[in-house]
């Protein structure tokens, strides 16, 4: 998880209900998705997150990979998801992403 020492952080300092976290893919890149989901849920878990609070997305327009995912199309996502959650503020990736990874920088573009 990219964001675990951001996660630690807004737990010890927030109410535990208030926290939600979005993942827009799987990892499913080396075929491994289902782990990748195991592994996810288990860190959530680990943090004391509230078991309706994330989600995890398999959407074959976000798969996992080097080509860049349509700003759009995520922009809808994230704004269903923090619609129906009365959701304000959003933690993502920087205009770079992680090492400059397209799937990253797609998020990082359709959060604005």
Same mark, same amino acid.
């Given at each position: 998880?990219?964001?675990?020492?951001?996660?630690?952080?807004?737990?010890?300092?927030?109410?535990?209900?208030?926290?939600?976290?979005?993942?827009?893919?799987?990892?499913?890149?080396?075929?491994?998705?289902?782990?990748? #989901?195991?592994?996810?849920? %288990? !860190?959530? @878990?680990?943090?004391?997150?509230?078991? $309706?609070?994330? +989600? /995890?997305?398999?959407?074959?327009?976000?798969?996992?990979?080097?080509?860049?995912?349509? #700003?759009?199309?995520?922009? %809808? !996502?994230? @704004?269903?998801?923090?619609?129906?959650? $009365?959701?304000? +503020? /959003?933690?993502?990736?920087?205009?770079?992403?992680?090492?400059?990874?397209?799937?990253?920088?797609?998020?990082?573009?359709?959060?604005?």
């Amino acid at each position: 998880m990219f964001f675990l020492p951001t996660l630690k952080l807004l737990f010890n300092n927030k109410n535990k209900t208030e926290i939600f976290i979005l993942s827009l893919s799987n990892g499913n890149y080396y075929g491994i998705g289902k782990v990748r #989901e195991k592994e996810f849920t %288990k !860190v959530w @878990s680990y943090l004391g997150g509230h078991p $309706n609070n994330y +989600k /995890i997305i398999d959407d074959p327009n976000m798969q996992d990979g080097w080509n860049p995912w349509n #700003e759009q199309y995520v922009s %809808k !996502v994230l @704004s269903k998801f923090c619609s129906k959650r $009365n959701i304000k +503020k /959003i933690l993502t990736f920087d205009e770079y992403g992680v090492s400059g990874h397209p799937n990253h920088i797609s998020v990082y573009k359709g959060a604005q």
